[in-house]
């Protein structure tokens, strides 16, 4: 399941070599939500680590992310982890690249143009 959402870039972190196998890069998102500001950390992956690297802090940016969730139990005690999976960053705005812009269309209409109009009224 993915979602995406938009925000200014607000600060990104340094690629973290975790094991042999897996590396990632965290980052935060800014994200206007009425009077209150939500700060929400992302991560990247893997070859998707990179994917930093054409932004700077302060862009505005639509992130694609998958929402992952998993439980851990250590002394007998559960805890919940929750983690913002990005895999796609990309300029936000009008002027993104590849995207299409949005058409606006007529409402359809339930009336003919035509004169056979035979109802009452």
Do not use: H
């Not at 992302?42 to 990179?50: A, E, G, P, R």
């Not at 590849?98 to 009224?121: C, H, T, V």
């Amino acid at each position: 399941m993915s979602f995406d959402i938009q925000g200014k870039l607000y600060e990104t972190f340094e690629e973290q070599q975790v094991s042999d196998k897996f590396k990632k890069r965290e980052f935060v998102l800014e994200i206007p939500d009425g009077s209150y500001t939500q700060y929400v950390k992302f991560q990247l992956t893997q070859d998707k680590c990179s994917l930093l690297e054409a932004f700077k802090n302060g862009d505005e940016v639509k992130v694609t992310f998958n929402l992952t969730g998993k439980p851990f139990t250590k002394n007998g005690t559960t805890m919940y982890f929750t983690n913002l999976q990005a895999w796609r960053l990309e300029p936000a705005g009008a002027n993104t690249p590849g995207a299409a812009p949005q058409q606006q269309q007529d409402a359809p209409s339930f009336y003919s143009s035509e004169a056979d109009n035979d109802l009452p009224f």
